[in-house]
């Protein structure tokens, strides 16, 4: 089985949210650009595919052994497929931070990118057009640095807190932006999962190991026909 790149998750903020110092955030940065490259130099035959979100991806409060990524990675290698998964969630990540984190983890070619932001903004209430813009930079910046590149975008939802009219804006706006983008949608990441105490760690919002097995299946559903097509 191939090795992993998994970034550090921290203690939990709002929610979902976690937080991290200025300081902390640029050493993880740093440290995860000169990984990914390394990744990259060490799997120079193999395509990659590029997880990037934020707790949801880098498995809270479990091994990231037992996230949805490591799991996709044994699947792919059960296959034979040669891709090489790159696990960059960042726990607290919005999409604000991670339009400006991008950089620093396209150091080397990425065949498929996963984009799993947004679960944060709509915690914080952040505007529904912001986190628009801030995805929408994101998947230019991909595109931009990686042509031909196929993305995939996985659709989050929140709970009723923020209100009915922010709750539908904020679940409508991930198939607006796959359609106008020509991209990808996985519908929901937690279809499934979301609102089961039993697949969910204490906190209510992440999930446990079987939990993550199920959210595995989501994105696998998506992502199996699109390595099938770049094989």
């Not at 090489?84 to 991008?102: D, H, P, Y």
């Not at 915690?123 to 813009?133: A, D, F, Y």
């Not at 930079?137 to 595109?143: C, E, F, S, Y």
Request: charged fraction near 25%.
């Amino acid at each position: 089985m191939r090795n992993l790149l998994y970034l550090p998750f921290l203690t939990l903020l709002l929610f979902t949210s976690c937080g991290e110092s200025v300081k902390e955030k640029k050493e993880t940065e740093a440290e995860t650009a000169s990984e990914v490259e390394n990744e990259a130099e060490n799997s120079e035959d193999s395509k990659t595919i590029l997880f990037f979100g934020d707790s949801l991806t880098a498995a809270m409060g479990l091994d990231p052994a037992e996230g949805y990524p490591a799991e996709i990675q044994e699947m792919i290698d059960s296959l034979g497929f040669n891709y090489e998964v790159v696990n960059a969630g960042l726990s607290g990540e919005t999409t604000a931070a991670g339009k400006n984190r991008i950089d620093w983890v396209l150091n080397q070619k990425v065949d498929v990118f996963v984009l799993a932001l947004g679960a944060n903004d709509g915690l914080r209430g952040v505007p529904v057009e912001e986190t628009r813009r801030n995805l929408q930079a994101i998947i230019d910046n991909v595109r931009e640095e990686n042509p031909g590149v196929e993305i995939i975008l996985a659709g989050m939802q929140i709970p009723p807190n923020m209100g009915p009219e922010y709750t539908t804006d904020f679940r409508e706006l991930f198939p607006e932006i796959a359609e106008q983008n020509n991209i990808h949608l996985i519908p929901f990441l937690l279809e499934g999962v979301a609102g089961d105490p039993d697949l969910n760690q204490q906190d209510g919002i992440h999930p446990t190991a079987e939990g993550y097995d199920i959210v595995a299946k989501n994105v696998w559903e998506v992502l199996k026909p699109v390595l099938g097509e770049k094989e």
